[in-house]
């Protein structure tokens, strides 16, 4: 979650544009997806691996893409993910 958040920061810095999804709108979904897979793994411990590997994935979308568009999209798809697992 560190390296996405300062992912994030470091993308913000470098393009000035206004974008539909902002920083504040990523971070909360980052502190909302990370407080869901918490309850799903303190209920069902055996799907620890599962759910750091998908939260891997948004970080690696972070890294790869300066398209906050896609990476809230991202987030969405595994907040999405994580409710219907609880």
């Given at each position: 979650?560190?390296?996405t958040l300062l992912a994030l920061s470091l993308?913000?810095?470098a393009t000035p544009a206004?974008?539909?999804?902002s920083e504040d709108e990523l971070q909360a979904k980052s502190i909302q997806l990370s407080d869901l897979v918490k309850a799903i793994v303190a209920k069902d411990p055996?799907?620890?691996?599962?759910w750091r590997q998908?939260?891997?994935?948004v970080d690696r979308t972070a890294e790869r893409t300066s398209d906050l568009d896609e990476i809230c999209a991202a987030y969405d798809k595994a907040i999405g993910e994580a409710k219907a697992g609880q």
């Open positions: 979650m560190r390296r993308l913000l810095a206004a974008f539909a999804c055996n799907q620890a691996d599962a998908k939260q891997i994935e």
